[in-house]
C-alpha cells in the first residue's frame, strides 16, 4: 500500500503536496487529515503548518486479479490473467498450458472459482460487480454446448411427449437454456435446490 505524509500551508495544500508525490489524481487516493493547521497573524506569524496523509486507494478489480494468481499458483499453475470492464461487470480471462486443470469436469472447478473471485471483489466495497471468469474461452464454447444441448432436449421432450430432466447447473448456465427454449413449444422450469437445481423441460 503507498502512502505519504505531507504538510502545507492549508490542508488543500498538502494534499496537493501527497498527490504531486505519489503521481496519482485525487479521485485515487484516500485522505487523512493529521492537522488542520492554523493561520497566524497576517497569515505568517504564529502560523503552524497543516498534515494530512494520504493513502493511494485500493483498486478491487486488480486486486481480485491478483487473488487470480495466488489461488492458481496454489494449484501449482501461473496462469496469465487478461482483465475486461465493462460498466460494472469484470471479464477475467485466464491463459496457461494446462488450461483443462482448471475448468474440470463441466466447468465445475471454473465455476467454483467464479464463485470465490465474485465474494473478494465485492468485500468491503462500495461498487457491486458481476464477475465472469474465463479459461482460453471456454465459456463461448460451453454456450455453445448449452444451447445445442437444449434445441435437442426440447425436441425430444417434443416428441416423446414426456419431460426431459437435464443435469444440475449453475444459474447462469441455466439462463441460457430457459432463453433457447423460450419461444419453441416447450415450457421449461428449474427445479431442486442448489447445487443439485436443475432444468425440466416439458412439452
Known amino acids: 500500500m503507498r502512502e505519504v505524509t505531507a504538510s502545507g500551508q492549508t490542508v ?26 492554523k493561520r497566524g497573524m497576517f497569515g505568517i506569524f504564529g502560523s503552524k503548518r497543516a498534515y494530512v496523509k494520504v493513502t493511494v486507494a485500493k483498486d478491487p478489480v486488480e486486486e481480485t486479479a491478483q487473488f487470480i494468481k495466488e489461488v492458481t499458483s496454489n494449484m501449482n499453475l501461473s496462469v496469465k ?8 461487470h469484470v471479464t477475467y480471462t485466464m491463459h496457461h498450458e494446462n488450461i483443462a486443470k482448471l475448468i474440470g469436469k463441466r466447468g465445475q472447478t471454473l465455476n467454483a472459482l467464479q464463485y470465490l473471485v465474485h465474494l473478494v471483489i465485492n468485500k468491503q466495497n462500495d461498487t457491486y460487480y458481476t464477475v465472469t471468469l474465463d479459461a482460453e474461452g471456454y465459456r463461448a464454447r460451453r454456450k455453445e454446448t448449452l444451447e445445442s444441448l437444449a434445441l435437442k432436449m426440447g425436441d425430444k421432450a417434443q416428441k416423446t411427449k414426456k419431460k426431459v430432466v437435464l443435469e444440475p447447473m449453475p444459474a447462469f448456465e441455466r439462463k441460457i437454456i430457459h432463453s433457447v427454449l423460450q419461444d419453441k413449444q416447450v415450457s421449461t422450469y428449474s427445479d431442486g435446490v ?7 423441460i416439458k412439452p
Open 12 to 37: 488543500e495544500e498538502a494534499i496537493q503536496s501527497a498527490l504531486e508525490q505519489l503521481g496519482v489524481e485525487e479521485n485515487q487516493v484516500d485522505v487523512e487529515v493529521i492537522d488542520e493547521g
Open 194 to 200: 442448489e447445487p443439485h437445481r436443475h432444468i425440466v
Open 81 to 88: 490473467v487478461e482483465t475486461e470492464i465493462k460498466g460494472n
